[in-house]
């Protein structure tokens, strides 16, 4: 899954240009989590909770209060249809019920399984630390649209963060930018065997899948006792 320095100007050039040739890979059968390509199913230990609040180089992206007593940490691919799924539905009660009321520590790290997801997240990384978890939800909400058209809907979604053609054109060829994304997906397959989405780990537990609000309740509460 190593993104070597040619691929990466190819990836943004394309995308820049609007050429839009771009592989994006098949998933699994799995009913609630997308498989890596190139990977059989396995499922992921639960980790050593000091070992995953490491923070990458690139840095963390975080909702929540740093001195929640549960930190939930997610690796999600921009174009996974579970973990949309999940960002749209389990993701709205957890963050109201949990997130906003001080209980639980959000981190969301990128784990992108082709060339578009990739895309994507640059873009989120580029803008205005404030504007990342916007953009986020608007990449999960126009999912279907900009996987099907990536140069065109990906500049509509940008634009609406204050990106211009050029900083947009600028971003996806940011080579630090694609190799730290490509450094935080690759730790995470080789440390902690992640190798679907959405993957969690709740204070260390794994939970694959895009789950219902009730699983994500029991082991937030199995945390806190």
């Not at 995953?52 to 992206?61: A, C, H, R, V």
């Not at 981190?107 to 060339?115: A, K, L, N, Q, V």
């Not at 205005?128 to 996987?147: G, I, N, S």
């Not at 080789?190 to 537990?205: D, H, L, M, R, Y």
Request: proline share 5%; glycine share 6%.
């Amino acid at each position: 899954m190593k993104l070597n320095r040619r691929k990466l100007i190819t990836t943004a050039s394309t995308l820049a240009l609007g050429f839009g040739a771009f592989s994006v890979l098949g998933y699994n059968n799995s009913p609630n989590a997308s498989l890596m390509p190139g990977v059989t199913a396995a499922k992921a230990a639960d980790a050593d909770p000091k070992k995953i609040m490491i923070e990458p180089k690139l840095g963390d992206m975080v909702l929540g209060k740093a001195d929640a007593p549960v930190t939930i940490v997610e690796y999600a691919s921009a174009t996974c249809p579970h973990c949309a799924d999940f960002h749209k539905g389990a993701f709205v009660q957890l963050k109201k019920d949990y997130i906003d009321t001080g209980k639980v520590r959000f981190i969301f790290r990128e784990f992108p399984f082709d060339d578009l997801a990739l895309a994507a997240f640059m873009l989120a990384r580029c803008a205005p630390k404030e504007k990342y978890f916007p953009m986020l939800d608007m990449v999960f909400d126009r999912q279907k649209a900009w996987t099907r058209n990536p140069r065109e809907e990906l500049l509509k979604i940008a634009k609406l963060a204050g990106f211009t053609e050029e900083t947009f054109g600028k971003c996806l060829k940011n080579e630090d930018i694609a190799k730290g994304i490509s450094d935080i997906r690759d730790h995470a397959n080789k440390q902690f065997g992640v190798n679907s989405t959405p993957t969690f780990f709740i204070n260390g537990k794994e939970l694959a899948g895009n789950q219902p609000i009730e699983a994500f309740k029991k082991l937030i509460d199995a945390a806190t006792k």
